[in-house]
């Protein structure tokens, strides 16, 4: 149903959609019962000084300094050729309050108060009579330019009123533009978590899928007999793992599908089971892992805490099974200290006969996994251990944000 307004506000709508229409009825209602009232009052020459200052009001909102110039100048002809006052005056009262209402200078505003209170001063003492000449000049002044007074406040005060409007509007529409722009930069953070966690989940299959496909290449063209339960081992550990990272990818895929769950990582639901089938995927791949430390205990972090250590043992022993070289071990070591969280991963492999290419320069690796630490407040720390090997090293507070 459609809401229904008020008439008032109505008819200011229709007045701000038609200024021009608005001061031409305006002025013509002025001059219809002012001018001849005027011409009753003073004849002829009222008329015309009438006309003079109503004629005016046409042009009040366009050129309202310019029609203030123009009243007080016909206002003084009047007070010349005229010995008393007009109906035309109201043309005077309506200037005044136009400059008041629409006047930003204040400069502006307060000459045409000063002018109004002179002109009432003006027209008291020309305007009284005697025999009590004085006393009478000064009540018609005064009460000329309290009311002059009243006129220029009622338009300050409307003036005003537009101005708060004006702000409140702008305001509104910033709330507006910071909301969208919080809305842009909330998807920018979630495609780029997205990308990460894509990043890693990829990263950590296909180099499970690599070494598995290397191992079947190798025992397929090199060793003697080749048992067929070896090569359904090799085979059902590159399915599985391919399974589990392409529902792991259609989990952050349908994440980024729904809005309210902005505010949670990929993954966020992350546990004990979850950590134990990553460690034998990777023992699947060939890589003998030493685990210690972790337990039940794991399950009782909050989310974001159990997500950043899954992430850490994740990303190192991903790095373990592709620069460690064959032949090696790993060992991994998840501990709650206090209020802290560690996780360390270490191995004795030689590392890869040419230089890796730097997780600096991909962007991805290990410096992924800092940036995202630090949303929970985490430390990594990784170099080479003494004599061979690697180390990481990651520290996150349990009380993190």
């Given amino acids: ?28 209602l002025t001059w219809v019962v002012c001018g001849p009232a005027s011409a009753l009052v003073a004849g002829a020459t009222g008329l015309t000084v009438a006309t003079a200052g109503i004629v005016a009001l046409v042009f009040r909102r366009r050129f309202p300094a310019l029609v203030l110039g123009w009243s007080a100048a016909a206002f003084a002809v009047q007070l010349l050729v005229v010995p008393i006052p007009l109906p035309g005056n109201a043309a005077q009262a309506i200037v005044v309050y136009t400059v008041a209402a629409r006047v930003a200078s204040l400069g502006v505003r307060l000459l045409a108060l000063g002018c109004a209170v002179a002109g009432s001063l003006a027209g008291g003492f020309r305007w009284s009579t005697p025999p009590q000449y004085a006393r009478n000049a ?67 299959s296909l180099t499970v899928v690599i070494v598995q496909a290397d191992a079947g290449e190798y025992a397929a063209g090199h ?25 792991e990818v259609r989990g952050v895929i349908e994440m ?29 791949a060939g890589l003998p892992v030493q685990v210690t430390g ?6 009782e972090m909050p989310a ?23 032949g090696a071990n790993a ?23 040419t230089p890796a290419p730097s997780a600096a320069k991909s962007g991805h690796g290990l410096n ?34």
């Fill in 331 to 353: 060992w991994l070591t998840v501990e709650r200290g206090g209020d802290a969280v560690r996780v360390r991963v270490e191995d004795d492999g030689p590392g890869p006969p």
């Fill in 304 to 326: 974001a805490v159990r997500l950043a250590v899954f992430r850490a043992i994740r990303e190192a022993l991903t790095n373990v099974l592709k620069h460690a070289g064959a």
């Fill in 223 to 247: 060793a003697p007999a080749w048992e067929r339960a070896d090569a359904g081992a090799v085979l059902a550990t590159v399915a599985g793992t391919a399974r589990t990272a392409l529902a």
């Fill in 368 to 401: 992924g996994l800092r940036e995202r630490l630090s949303e929970v407040d985490g430390v990594l720390t990784a170099g080479p251990r003494p004599g061979h090997g690697f180390l990481v090293e990651v520290t996150i507070p349990v009380g993190g944000r």
């Fill in 294 to 299: 972790i337990d039940a205990w794991f399950d």
């Fill in 138 to 204: 000064l009540v018609i002044g005064v009460t000329l330019a309290v009311c002059s007074v009243l006129i220029w406040v009622i338009g300050e005060l409307v003036r005003g009123g537009r101005a708060n409007t004006r702000a409140l509007y702008e305001a509104r529409i910033r709330l507006e533009e910071n909301r969208l722009q919080e809305e842009r930069l909330a998807a920018q953070r979630r495609r780029m978590v997205a990308a990460a966690e894509i990043h890693d989940i990829v990263a950590h």
């Fill in 256 to 284: 980024l599908h729904q809005p309210e769950s902005a505010g949670e990582p990929p993954g966020a639901a992350v546990n004990l089971e979850d950590v134990r089938r990553l460690i034998e995927s990777v023992r699947a």
């Fill in 1 to 28: 149903m459609e809401q229904r307004t008020f008439l008032a506000a109505r008819a200011d709508r229709w007045a701000r959609e038609r200024p021009l229409r608005l001061d031409l009825a305006l002025t013509g």
